[in-house]
């Protein structure tokens, strides 16, 4: 393979802890590359999330390199050929060169290889086809620089066949279209995308909702998934999440506010239902405990909220909610749905009455009742109550003293 490019020195490829690991393989005679995501965000300027390497070497004999050299190596996906280093509490996921011997649609068997490009081949696109030595000699079998200059998303060889041996595929297609694609997305790759979909089900809810998370989070997420429920792709996933233009308009507001997207956020905005629906999304998805919550309690609001500028109706709002981070979520939801030109100054202050939670703490509690004199039982829990309600009524504004002397009031009124 003929070098295609030369990739700048990029901070993470010339650390020390990248060296170290380049260094513990090459005293082995073992070639490697950095290879996938790393190399196409590299030759894109985008952040690097993670570094993958490959390597001829098998797994065990990578462990065996790695741990002469003093790195730690963990036997993360051994049956694969995958090992995950260490290195200077960074990690690096090392696999070793591999093909596809038999895929079901969901697994594949693998054999190992020595060949570059034969592991080339059974990645899923030409843009992640892509592998860099640590010295920057960049290698593209498939055409993916190309592809990344037009922002063109393509299979590595026939798409119909490459989504018949997984069919996370079509939602990996989907998924990098939102983020690097341009323009008119590759018709044969979504012809086969149309066809396989009723495929979809057999894929499990953490994979389908890896990649639809991550779709989720493109700045045109609203128009791709458009696009997957123009060709009858969501119909097999999420039947309920079809309000694309709430997505629309919160991820509007999330860039005028310069807010970091959230795909529960956002997935709450594109459901179009309520609880059952949430919860069948929830399920299929396979959302944490917590994840669901926050999605049910973001499509059933605990509160109606409104991006309003009274302060005081914010305040009790983010009291009955309790959850600053939810308060805040509520908010973006609702300018979401409101109608009409949105006043985002107004937005961004109502926003900031988060800030408040911790102060919006009523400042007695049951015991002061009863060393006043209430009896413990019912009339605590209700006189306090009542109490609150005034408090929250004034604002949030008055402190023990005042609350104090409501209380001796109240009891004064009570029958002896
Ligand atoms: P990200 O930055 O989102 O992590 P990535 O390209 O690193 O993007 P991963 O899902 O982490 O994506 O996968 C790493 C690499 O493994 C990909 O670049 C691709 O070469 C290969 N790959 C991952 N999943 C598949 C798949 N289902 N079929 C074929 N190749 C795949
Ligand atoms: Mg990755």
């Known amino acids: 393979m003929t070098v295609a490019a030369r990739l700048s020195p990029q901070p993470w490829m010339t650390a020390p802890e990248s060296r170290a690991v380049f260094a513990a393989l090459d005293a082995g005679g073992a070639d490697a590359r950095f290879v996938g995501g790393c190399v196409r965000d590299a030759w894109l300027g985008r952040p690097v999330k993670d570094i993958d390497i490959a390597t001829h070497a098998p797994p065990e004999r990578v ?25 200077g509490g960074k990690p690096y996921e090392i696999t070793t060169l591999r093909r596809d011997v038999e895929t079901d649609g969901r697994h594949a068997r693998v054999e190992f290889t020595d060949d570059w490009v034969e592991d080339a081949a059974r990645r899923d696109l030409t843009m992640n ?26 299979f590595v060889g026939e798409a119909r066949r490459r989504i018949e ?12 279209h939102a983020h690097y694609g341009r323009g008119e997305p590759d018709a044969e790759a979504l012809a086969a995308c149309r066809e396989l979909a009723p495929r979809l089900p057999t894929l499990s809810g953490e994979r389908v909702r890896g990649e639809l ?26 039947p309920e999440a079809m309000d694309t233009g709430r997505l629309d308009r919160l991820i509007a507001v999330e860039r005028d506010l310069g807010i970091t997207p959230d795909p529960t956020r956002r997935l709450a905005a594109v459901l179009d239902s309520d609880r059952p629906g ?9 959302l944490s405990n917590h994840e669901r919550d926050r999605l049910l309690a973001l499509v059933e609001p605990p509160v109606a909220l409104a991006p309003t500028d009274d302060r005081k109706a914010l305040r009790q709002g983010l009291y009955r909610i309790g959850d600053g981070e939810l308060f805040g979520d509520l908010l973006l939801i609702a300018a979401a749905i409101h109608d009409g030109p949105l006043d985002l100054t107004a937005l961004r202050a109502a926003m900031s009455v988060a800030g408040d939670l911790p102060n919006l703490r009523l400042p007695i509690a049951g015991r002061d009742l009863l060393e006043l004199g209430i009896p413990r039982g019912p009339a605590v829990g209700e006189m306090l109550k009542r109490i609150e309600g005034w408090w929250i009524a004034e604002d949030f504004q008055p402190g023990r003293d005042a609350c104090l002397e409501v209380a001796r009031g109240l009891i004064g009124e009570r029958p002896s």
């Open 213 to 238: 998370f991550r779709l989720l989070t493109a700045p045109c997420a609203a128009a791709v998934w458009r696009l997957m429920m123009g060709q009858g792709i969501m119909a097999h996933l999420l």
């Open 165 to 176: 041996e997984d069919v996370l595929r079509l939602l990996r297609f989907f998924r990098f």
């Open 63 to 87: 462990m065996d390199l790695l741990e002469a050299a003093g790195i730690r190596v963990i036997p993360t996906g051994i049956a694969h050929g995958t090992v995950t280093a260490l290195c």
């Open 278 to 286: 949430a919860l069948l999304a929830a399920e299929a998805l396979r």
């Open 129 to 154: 086809a892509l592998s860099c030595t640590p010295d920057g000699a960049m290698f593209d079998p498939f055409g993916g620089l190309a592809d990344l200059a037009a922002g063109r998303v393509r």
